[in-house]
């Protein structure tokens, strides 16, 4: 993640540290895109990898007893699958690294492996070696390898004209997770929707896949910070604006029940994993849609003014939206 000048002091003390810490960083030959997006791109022969990690802690991404082991071991391969998916690409192997505490099972690392295990096997992904260490929280970080395609989807490739679709709905797992956090009572079936939209996110691999085909090569990004923080890397990458009419956000059946006409959820909660692509202007959304084979909605352009525009809605109270609001 790199940032310039006055954004840097609007950033979360999280992204200015990334841009610290890569400021100079030993990148040879074989780097073909370093940090900055959702994964880095290394050459190996004529083609090119994928390679990303992605950690889960106890006390900070999750607690045991909001899902079953077998979740948590889904998620943590998930959220990774999620990144390669984000740039198109088809996810190989991987290596995980467990941070074990005292009062917990065999038998909890066991359903743990066990629910890892089969997300592996659905996405054909290798498991081929890991860690174990001891700490004070228990934590789960994977580190994954994917193929690249041929024109990989990156953050900087957004152009001024580019409509920006998102897949799926958003602020489901947001609104879950403050479920599950005992922030929000809720009595319906909207419950479980929520919930498991956070325990048991779905990785876009297939979208992702298919929209690396296009020509020219959609810009992506996945959306696991929010929709306006996660948008916001993107048109920082590509030294673009957007226009967002927050009226043709997706939200699901259960978001609307739950939430009502809130849409800060929507705009500013993260762990939906589902993906935003900017792509040349004249797709169907219907299309699209049946194409990428998951609901696709259009929600706004690429702009050439920096800066991002939210139409049709009241400010909401989200830190992404202010780190936006600073740009523009
Ligand atoms: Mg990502």
Redesign the pocket.
Known sequence: MQTQGRQRATLPDEFALIARLVADLPHRRRTILGPGD?CAIVARGASSILFTIDSMVEGVHFKLGWGTPEQLGARALAVNL??VA?MGGVPTACVVNLAIRPGLTRRFFDRLYGGLRRAARAEAVDIVGGNITSARQMAITIALLGDAPARPLRRDRARAGDEIFVTGTLGDAALGWRILAGQKRVRSSARRHLVSRYLAPTARLLAGQRLARLRPAPAA??L?DGLLQDLGHLLERSGVGAEVDATSIPLSTAYREVAGPDLSLALGGGEDYELLFCIRPGHSQAKLARWLRVPTHRIGAIVGRPGLQLRGAVRPRVGGWDQLRAQG
Do not use: E, P, V
Request: aromatic share 0%; net charge negative; glycine share 0%.
């Open positions: 959702d999620s990144d984000a990004i996945d696991s």
